[in-house]
């Protein structure tokens, strides 16, 4: 059986694996599993914007106080029981009592970060920060909803606001940094964690950003020191590990990648990044059985990830477990449907699990997209397979 290697960044020996890994880098909002967040600096803070049962409360009359804490009641049963929507309900209603309470407003935001409505959280915060302006939490919280949102130069001035407003604050000039990362302002990132440093000194995920800022930059060497100060600080923070296995990779010092690799993947078992550059080394060096164990756990934390979901299936393929190889060539077709070779190996996945019909509508459908990209050695490839398989 012919199997279609569908191309993925992987050049051959210590360069397929330096090139994957950089690639991959930054490439999109919260994807990197090792890339140091701003959702770490938003969770320090986290507290501060948690709903709560006792806001404080404008000037009411005793019975329209009893009515807002009534509700801040029953909106906390909502958000024990994650019903977030009902309780954003709930606080809107307090709302028409006590229109000018900002953690009203704050509240609202925060529930709506937890529901992924990036967007409206970053109104919600405005509002809150209109009402009571001198709030450092509040900020903080607008600035985590724009980051999320990607409006990241939004998200810097956010951040910057808060060293204004408080000059001590460690974690916005970290969080200013990651913006400006995202910005590829690099001078000033490098001036914010380095800020950020001189007042937390003991603080892993500043050291973390900053070998990240010259991992970007692909300056290995500068990116050394600072994540070796991270590790020094916590070494169970999984991330610095497998930032580190990028460094190790790109001098081609695969024993101590594999090393910082598996320590990754030991500390988080859902860093799929590193389960993925785990499997590329392991596959390079022909440990195929170990390798096919990382990829299943890649697929497993990113199943969008298609770089794995094709490896994944070449094995599974290899493997004759045709139900599996179907479903990870189906998920890289919904992204790429103009893929042929996915298209190719999903017709040898649904003919060996016996659906016949399905099979020949893949290949063709495979071969006509060969034909449109003139590639002709595999189309007729898939002409000859075709015929194999008694198709007139």
């Known amino acids: 059986m012919f ?11 210590r360069g397929r694996l330096v090139a994957a890994l950089v690639g991959a880098l930054w490439l999109l909002p919260m994807a990197a599993a090792n890339a140091v967040e701003p959702a770490d600096v938003f969770a320090d803070v986290l507290v501060a914007q948690e709903p709560a049962s006792d806001l404080e409360l404008s000037e009411l009359s005793d019975a329209d106080q009893e009515r807002v804490n009534e509700a801040l009641k029953t909106a906390q ?6 019903n977030y929507s009902a309780a954003i309900a709930v606080y809107q209603d307090a709302l028409t009592i006590d229109r000018n309470n900002a953690r009203l407003y704050s509240g609202i935001g925060y529930l709506q970060i937890l529901k992924g409505d990036f967007q409206l959280a970053v109104e919600s915060y405005r509002q809150a920060i209109d009402r009571d302006s001198r709030n450092v939490s509040f900020r903080y919280g607008l600035a985590h909803s724009l980051y999320q949102a990607e409006r990241y130069a939004e998200a810097a001035d956010a951040y910057r606001a808060i060293t204004r407003m408080a000059p001590n604050e460690a974690n916005a000039y970290l969080g200013l940094g990651n913006m400006l990362l995202r910005l590829d302002e690099y001078g000033t990132a490098l001036n914010a964690l380095e800020e950020a440093a001189r007042l937390a000194p003991n603080n892993a995920q500043v050291y973390e950003a900053i070998g990240l800022l010259y991992i970007q930059q692909e300056r290995f060497d500068d990116a050394l020191a600072p994540l070796q100060r991270a590790l020094r600080i916590d070494n169970n923070r999984g991330s610095i590990h497998g930032n580190l296995a ?31 550059q785990l499997a590329l080394l392991l596959q390079d060096r022909g440990d195929d059985s170990e390798a096919f164990i990382h990829f299943e756990e890649t697929v497993d934390g990113n199943p969008t990830f298609v770089p794995a979901q094709a490896a994944l299936g070449v094995l599974l393929l290899e493997r004759e477990q045709y139900i599996r190889a179907v479903i990870s060539y189906r998920q890289i077709v919904r992204q790429f449907p103009d893929d042929a070779g996915a298209r190719y190996n999903l017709a040898l996945a649904l003919w060996g699990q016996g659906r016949r019909e399905a099979a020949v509508d893949a290949l063709e459908q495979a071969q006509r997209l060969y034909r449109a990209q003139d590639n002709d050695t595999e189309a007729e490839r898939a002409e000859a397979l075709l015929d194999a398989w008694g198709v007139d």
Do not use: F
């Open 3 to 13: 199997i279609i290697t569908i191309p993925t960044v992987k050049p051959s020996g």
């Open 77 to 82: 049963q909502h958000v024990d029981n994650e």
């Open 246 to 276: 990028k460094i190790w990779l790109h001098k081609g010092r695969l024993r101590q990648a594999e090393e910082s690799l598996r320590r990754a993947v030991g500390v988080n078992p859902r860093d799929w990044e590193s389960h993925y």
